[in-house]
């Protein structure tokens, strides 16, 4: 299974319709948790969105910080450039950055670990320690925590790979890449379309 082509292709066949989509969603969740975030990252920060798909959090990420956004599909990354035309954003693999070490300040993804494979959650997690500087966060929001396997069903009326869990994946990641967890815990259940959503948000620090 090719989890990172499923994915660029399934966003973009959707194009502009994941924006209506994703504006139709109860907004309490993310908006609780990027104020969470701009707390944690000053003015003049060098910050680093994983999954940032056509931009939704792209504004306020990059205002007065020096952003990089990331994502799989080229259609969502056209979406963003034409929303926020003064922030970078790249085509690129969130489990493979591009980036030398110790570049951010910050490293940012909202819901972009629904659609990491469960066996490449730790090496994901390695990859964004690698990149941070010493007292640097990762900041994870939206997290899965209902499903067990990793599968591949149809979302938005094209095929979309979804990760899996196995207890408690991403707080282990974390630990095991020596972060020291500020916190990680479940809020803002929902009753999707297509099931319970009950999103682990996560904010860890680099020693």
């Not at 969470?36 to 931009?55: A, I, K, N």
Request: some cysteine.
């Amino acid at each position: 299974m090719d989890a990172a082509h499923i994915v660029a292709d399934g966003y973009d066949r959707m194009g502009e319709d994941f924006s209506v989509w994703n504006a139709s969603r109860p907004p309490e969740g993310r908006r609780w948790f990027l104020s969470e975030v701009l707390e944690r990252l000053p003015l003049g920060s060098d910050v680093l969105e994983l999954g940032c798909g056509p931009g939704t959090d792209a504004a306020a990420l990059s205002d007065g910080r020096r952003y990089i956004g990331l994502d799989l599909s080229p259609v969502q990354l056209s979406i963003a450039r034409r929303t926020i035309p003064d922030a970078t954003f790249l085509v690129g693999d969130l489990t493979a950055l591009p980036f030398a070490s110790e570049t951010f300040d910050g490293i940012v993804a909202f819901y972009a670990f629904n659609h990491v494979p469960s066996n490449e959650i730790a090496r994901a997690i390695a990859v964004a320690s690698a990149c941070l500087r010493p007292g640097g966060r990762l900041m994870l929001g939206g997290l899965p925590t209902s499903e067990v396997e990793d599968r591949v069903e149809e979302w938005l009326e094209v095929p979309m790979f979804f990760a899996g869990i196995d207890g408690e994946p991403y707080d282990n990641a974390v630990r095991g890449a020596s972060f020291v967890i500020e916190f990680s815990e479940i809020r803002f259940t929902i009753q999707e379309s297509w099931g319970l959503n009950r999103p682990r948000w996560l904010i860890a620090s680099k020693p």
